[in-house]
């Protein structure tokens, strides 16, 4: 069985199948926001996608993160320190890249258990 959460014309936010939710990148709301306010704001989203699949933070397996601009990576950084549950840290990679919206400074994918 496969379960689509907040499907769309174009794609679903988050795919639950086989015990794996597989969520769609995560982007910030406030577009004027420095590094740090966009990543708590994707974070919340994730946090509450994963609910809705019934998972959580904790059960994270990978994260994909995509920086606007690389010199951007501690304030990220900070944003996630303080997320992410010590020891329950995911398999992670971050990387610089050209975002679909210029203001975006930060879109995350998350792969977890359910």
């Known amino acids: 069985m496969i379960q689509r959460i907040d499907a769309g014309p ?3 936010e988050a795919v639950v199948h086989n015990g794996i939710v597989h969520l769609a990148g995560q982007v910030p709301e406030t577009l004027d926001a420095d590094i740090e306010t966009q990543t708590r704001e994707v974070l919340a989203a994730i946090d509450d996608l ?7 933070k904790t059960r ?3 994260a994909q993160i995509y920086l606007a601009d690389i010199a951007d990576f501690p304030g990220m950084n900070r944003a996630w320190d303080a997320w992410v549950v010590p020891g329950q840290g995911p398999a992670r990679a971050t990387v610089e890249a050209k975002l679909a919206n210029p203001a975006w400074k930060v879109e995350i994918v998350v792969t977890a258990a359910v």
């Open 10 to 12: 174009r794609m679903s």
């Open 50 to 56: 994963l609910a809705q699949a019934g998972s959580d």
């Open 60 to 62: 994270i397996l990978r």
